[in-house]
């Protein structure tokens, strides 16, 4: 992933040099581009890169804001940088002396703790602290009485700076906190983390240069999760998809975090400015609304659609963006949220009506004869009957899917043995006239035992390694255009799920 898309965290980002060749295939210079689940807004950035027009819509606040923040160009690095000076003379001192250690033993300087193990596992371990003067690093080591005391003093600490008093909801669809007391926003972090947050973010409010503060507030959002109890050793915060706080955990320096959090983002607007001029920049338009209504775009106004829809349940956007959008004062209204949510009073019918209505919407501006690319993956076969009834109830006319290995794969596709390993991107057709027929009908369909069998035998022609995860997109690009075309077709995967497709290879490995 190219370091401009790397200035803050979200979800099922896809490689830029995909979806970039991918808009110049389905379009020319000048053409329009839309994507109706835009997230952190890769589709839409590679399209004006490319000399397009984009739309880009998204329902959570801080996907736009990211967006947003990823493609304003040019940016002053120098006035960026210098504002960043500024703060950092005002307060970098103030919030390190929260993390006061020892002195140095070669120079005798005093050292800054660079985070700490906390929970009954390490009884407040300090693991690193680093030394600004001689550049030393002095790792694990228990806290002194004298660091103890200093703790409990800042635990008393009256905080006069403003921080988000926002509640969790009583229930939500992956709740893993609000069992260890943890109720509100702010008990995410420590009384020491809240103290250096605050106090940085209150520094950035008062920077009078709106685009300044608005990139100094991506880099802060930016370190939010990473100085949370989220983290844990070899955990990233949110890497399993809900609110985790492991019993033992890590306490990061806040100010080191932003630092790094800066020089990331500084790195990332000057490759920006290096590839989206202004003109480029005017030709995007974010929008933060719900897809199922894009009466702000004229009909057959739109020359392709490349969109990565929510995977049914798998990623809680409402609820795990609660942190960001918490900080940056942002609602994220999820009443028109298109996802499988228990505690929003969402089942799979109530997906599957959302995603008709978006694609429909989305058939709507399309020209006719215009493309549209769709990635998804999920091993439930009731999300993939939504995506395709949506698609076909829309009016869209299916071509093919093609596997792609994602930019970085989720905890999910890492360690779980029956996840998809690709994301799928199916390409459809907006036809010219609603009397057309499909070019491509698929009239048989052969049963799990000889899908498997003939995956096998593509893998191995193609020298990859026969796993599950491969095995299963295989069949189901079969399944996929198979089920969209065939007359009377009943959307009814079970035949084909993961468990079955799993025990068809087991028994032809033993044949």
């Known amino acids: 992933m190219s370091k401009m898309y790397q200035t803050h965290k979200y979800w099922a980002r896809k490689p830029w040099h995909v979806v970039s060749e991918y808009i110049k295939f389905f379009t020319e210079p000048g053409d329009t581009v839309i994507d109706v689940f835009a997230g952190s807004g890769v589709t839409g950035i590679e399209a004006i890169i490319n000399d397009r027009r984009a739309h880009l819509i998204d329902l959570n606040p801080i996907a736009s804001f990211v967006t947003n923040m990823t493609a304003v160009s040019p940016v002053d690095l120098e006035a960026l940088r210098n504002t960043f000076e500024q703060i950092q003379s005002k307060i970098k001192k103030r919030i390190l002396e929260l993390y006061e250690g020892n002195q140095c033993g070669d120079c005798k300087e005093v050292l800054y703790a660079r985070h700490y193990l906390r929970g009954p596992k390490f009884k407040n371990l300090c693991i690193r602290e680093d030394c600004y003067r001689c550049g030393s690093t002095f790792d694990s080591r228990p806290l002194t009485s004298k660091e103890l005391k200093h703790l409990a003093t800042i635990e008393k600490r ?30 995410l972090f420590t009384k020491r983390n809240l103290l250096a947050l605050s106090l940085i973010f209150h520094e950035i409010n008062e920077i009078n240069n709106t685009a300044l503060k608005n990139l100094l507030r991506l880099a802060f959002s930016n370190t939010l999760i990473h100085v949370s109890k989220l983290k844990a050793e070899n955990v990233r915060p949110l890497a399993v998809n809900n609110y985790w706080v492991p019993d033992d955990w890590i306490e990061e320096n806040v100010w080191f975090r932003f630092e790094e959090r800066f020089n990331r983002l500084l790195e990332a607007k000057r490759i920006s400015n290096q590839r989206i001029t202004q003109r480029q920049a005017d030709n995007l338009n974010v929008y933060t609304q719900s897809s199922t209504d894009l009466s702000n775009i004229k009909s057959s106004s739109v020359n392709y659609c490349f969109t990565d829809p929510p995977y049914g349940d798998s990623i809680q956007y409402s609820e795990l963006s609660m942190v960001w959008n918490a900080w940056l004062k942002k609602v994220f209204d999820n009443k028109n949220e298109v996802i499988i949510n228990r505690t929003q009073n969402k089942d799979d019918q109530d997906y599957r009506e959302l995603l008709t209505k978006v ?45 792609q290995e994602p930019i970085s794969k989720s905890f999910t596709q890492l360690w779980a043995e029956n996840s998809p390993k690709t994301d799928l991107l199916m390409n459809f057709v907006k036809p010219e006239t609603k009397s057309r027929e499909p070019e491509l009908i698929y009239t048989k ?3 799990v035992s000889q899908l498997v069998k003939e995956a096998v035998s593509v893998l191995k022609t193609e020298n990859k390694e026969v796993q599950l995860g491969h095995v299963y997109d295989h069949v189901l690009s079969r399944v996929v255009g ?5 007359k009377n077709a009943d959307l009814n995967y079970d035949a084909y799920s993961l468990p079955k497709i799993k025990n068809a290879l087991q028994d032809y490995a033993t044949k």
């Open 158 to 187: 009256r905080n006069p700076y403003w921080y988000p008093k926002f509640k969790f909801p009583e229930k939500f669809e992956k709740d893993r906190v609000t069992y260890k007391g943890i109720k509100y926003i702010h008990q």
């Open 359 to 403: 694609f429909a919407e989305t058939y709507r501006v399309l020209k006719p004869g215009s493309y549209m690319t769709v990635c998804f993956h999920n091993k439930d076969s009731k999300a993939w009957s939504a995506i395709l009834q949506a698609c076909r109830g829309a009016g869209f006319l299916y071509i093919n899917i093609v596997p």
């Open 445 to 447: 369909l052969g049963g």
């Open 482 to 486: 198979y089920m969209f075309y065939a």
